[in-house]
């Protein structure tokens, strides 16, 4: 039979963690995550409605682990002055504040108005690009995206890979039960927007509060056909930047 000489393929890094660690306690996975990647791991972080858990987390588990946060230029002031309180309480000690490079919006978008007609490309030069770069040399990051915001995050993995890089989610499996009752247990400052009706929070143009019982995710880009901002779609090397994932 043809198949005899079909040997199997070797699972990669990110498949056979991604194995060890489906069912962990989020806790675990990330010093899993320290353990196997130490000075090359980033966590990136919105510093939004739900930033405050894996944040502090990663406090109790290694608080000079680098968080890039993604300043896009057009967040919301309340984000703003949350990132650098949150940060503080925490004590995490190396918070990267990662900013659009100068010359691209005066290319680009020279009077800050491309997100009213082209979300993609704002996103692409706002968001995608300075992570992009930002994230270099280290070879894994973290993630705070979870299954329960639906959509293409139904399939999200624990561990996954994507151009190059290992990606550690380690509240993928967590619902908003157990995300509640954590913060409350360590008594989190909760993001200002959230008492306003903001369950998902970005970039203020792009962002409205939801209706109840609406999806938490459903006042980003609200009237668009678009759900994701394109950092957690895997692009081939050279690739046209596929705009579809935030943090
Ligand atoms: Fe631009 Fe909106 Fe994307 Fe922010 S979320 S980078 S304002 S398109």
Redesign the pocket.
């Known amino acids: 039979m043809a198949y005899d000489n079909v040997t199997a393929r070797e699972p990669s890094m990110a498949e056979r963690l991604d194995a060890e660690l489906r069912d962990a306690h989020p806790i675990e996975i990330l010093r899993a995550a320290v353990a196997h990647y130490g000075g090359r791991l980033a966590l990136v972080s919105s510093f939004g409605a739900e930033s405050a858990v894996l944040l502090h987390m990663l406090s109790q588990v290694q608080p000079d682990t680098p968080v890039l946060f993604l300043d896009?230029g057009?967040l919301f002031g309340q984000t703003l002055d949350y990132r650098k309180q949150l940060a503080a309480h925490l004590g995490l000690t190396n918070v990267r504040d990662i900013r659009p490079l100068y010359q691209d919006l005066a290319t680009a978008d020279p009077q800050a108005k491309?997100?009213q007609t082209d979300?993609d490309a704002?996103?692409r030069i706002?968001?995608v690009e300075p992570l992009d770069r930002a994230l270099g040399d280290f070879a894994a990051w973290i993630t705070g995206r979870k299954r329960f915001h639906g959509g293409d995050r139904l399939r999200l993995r624990v561990v996954e890979e994507a151009d190059g890089k290992v990606k550690f989610n380690p509240l993928a499996n967590w619902g908003k039960a157990e995300l509640d009752a954590y913060a409350a247990e360590h008594e989190l400052p909760a993001h200002p927007l959230v008492a306003q009706g903001f369950p998902s929070i970005?970039?203020w143009?792009?962002t409205q509060p939801v209706a109840e019982g609406e999806d938490v995710r459903a006042g980003r880009?609200k009237g668009l056909d678009k759900t994701e901002?394109g950092i957690h779609v895997a692009r081939a090397p050279g690739a046209v930047t596929d705009m579809g994932g935030d943090i």
Do not use: A, F, Q, V
Request: aromatic share 14%; glycine share 6%.
């Open positions: 896009t057009h491309l997100w979300t704002c996103c706002r968001k970005g970039c143009p792009c880009w901002c």
